[in-house]
């Protein structure tokens, strides 16, 4: 039913490397931070990919009221990449040039992937306005870039982490469908 609400706002719905359709609930031996217990901050899915989705559907079918947590954060990530332009324009600058490796590697699965791009984590058109924004903590691979770029980059990427994660402009909420089994 979800793929069917996706596909009546876009008719271009396609398979992400998790399929069309995927069950996201905690596991044994988890193959990324979503399928486990922890606490995930604000970031963005499928970063590594060459061209990441313009939309990404997430539905809760099931919540489990004793359990705390499980709330999504949202946030605007281009009001967030502007302000820590105004705060930071040098850093932000070095966020804009020096490429981010953005990478997944799941071999322990039924179709193994090993993903890998390297992107700016700000795109910015020839006008010098922000047009993109990658940012997934937990995918952020070593870098593969020349020396003297390496401390710069973490020095802005710890000031940009620090600005998201203490970013008073989120939305928090738990959603679950109607007759969906939670309350």
């Known amino acids: 039913m979800g793929r069917k609400v996706c ?3 876009s008719r271009s719905v396609i398979p992400t490397i998790y399929g069309f359709v995927d069950d996201v609930k905690s596991r044994p031996v988890p193959i ?3 399928y486990s217990t922890g606490e995930l901050k ?24 004793d359990i705390e947590g499980g709330e999504s954060i949202f946030s605007d990530m281009f009001h967030i990449a502007e302000t820590f332009r105004k705060q930071h324009p040098e850093d932000f600058k070095v966020l804009a040039t020096v ?4 990478d997944t ?17 700000f795109t910015l058109n020839d ?7 990658r940012y997934q903590p ?12 390496i401390e710069p980059f973490y020095a ?25 089994g939670g309350g």
Request: net charge positive; aromatic share 14%; charged share 20%.
């Open 156 to 180: 802005a990427y710890k000031k940009f982490y620090a600005l998201t994660n203490n970013w008073p402009y989120t939305v928090l909420f738990t959603s679950v469908l109607k007759g969906g």
């Open 105 to 121: 590697i799941h071999y322990k699965r039924a179709f193994p992937v090993h993903m890998k791009v390297k992107r700016p984590m």
């Open 42 to 65: 604000l970031h963005q899915d499928l970063v590594y990919y060459s061209s990441p989705p313009g939309m990404q559907a997430l539905f809760c079918l099931k919540f489990d009221k």
């Open 7 to 9: 596909e009546r706002i």
């Open 99 to 102: 490429p981010a490796t953005l």
């Open 127 to 133: 006008y010098g306005d922000l047009t993109g924004v």
């Open 138 to 149: 937990h995918h952020l691979g070593p870098l593969q870039v020349n020396d003297e770029f």
């Open 32 to 34: 990324n931070a979503a």
